[in-house]
């Protein structure tokens, strides 16, 4: 079966830095690769997707890519804020959109 | 617009009781999805409804689990005799288009299901 693993440690950085959020997979060739945030109590939210044939894709101070042969796609915030600070969830999706695998999440803390 | 709305947001039961959950998807979805997701663990896929087609139930944990989806819109999710492994918070998920993987899931901020 399909394994995803994400940064087993809670990620801790200062206000301003870049952070960097990993997701590696095996077991699967996901069609599409994509991010979600949960805040505490609340259901996740989508951020970002990425093809299988895309390497990099970005939105304002996101960035995410996405390498088929090394099964890992990484996520970064620039410039990051305390507002950042939530859980991030991976999702690797099949083609039809049937078949969603999530990450047990990485809990990003960005200190003032 | 509205959002995903799942009720209760909270519940409360003895052990053997049977709960029903409801999700409310955003109108149009015709895609919806069921998750559990326990206190540091990931989203563990329960069942999936798209239009009218038979839903994918592999994710049901047991039979004591079911849901059902009336109209192509509500959806309710069924767990009967509970036990204290049910108690976890439980999303519901919905999306726009049908049979393509680069729609992202519109989720409910979930029920938490305690099981005394």
Not at chain 1, 54 to 76: A, G, M, N, P, Y
Not at chain 2, 61 to 82: H, K, M, N, W, Y
Not at chain 2, 92 to 113: E, I, K, Y
Request: hydrophobic share 30%; proline share 5%.
């Amino acid at each position: 079966s399909q394994k995803i693993e994400q940064n087993s440690e809670a990620l801790n950085i200062q206000e301003g830095k870049t952070a960097t959020l990993t997701c590696n997979y095996t077991n699967y060739s996901p069609a599409y690769l994509q991010w979600y945030r949960q805040d505490p109590g609340r259901g996740p939210v989508f951020l970002l997707l990425i093809r299988e044939n895309e390497k990099e894709k970005r939105k304002e101070r996101l960035k995410v890519t996405f390498d088929t042969t090394l099964k890992q796609s990484l996520f970064h915030i620039t410039a990051s804020q305390p507002a950042d600070s939530a859980t991030y969830l991976c999702a690797l999706v099949s083609w039809s959109g049937n078949q969603f695998y999530f990450g047990t999440g990485t809990s990003l803390t960005v200190i003032p | 617009g509205a959002g995903v709305s799942q009720s209760p947001s909270n519940k409360v039961t003895e052990k053997g009781k049977d709960v029903e959950l409801r999700c409310d998807p955003i109108s149009g979805h015709t895609a919806l999805y069921w998750y559990r997701q326990s206190l540091g663990q990931g989203l563990e896929f329960l069942i999936y409804f798209q239009g009218n087609s038979a839903p994918d139930k592999s994710g049901l944990p047991s039979d004591r689990f079911s849901a059902e989806r009336t109209g192509g819109s509500v959806s309710t999710l069924t767990i009967q005799r509970t036990q204290q492994e049910d108690s976890a918070v439980y999303l519901c998920a919905s999306s726009l288009v049908p049979g393509s993987g680069n729609q992202p899931q519109h989720f409910g901020d979930g029920t938490r299901l305690s099981i005394l």
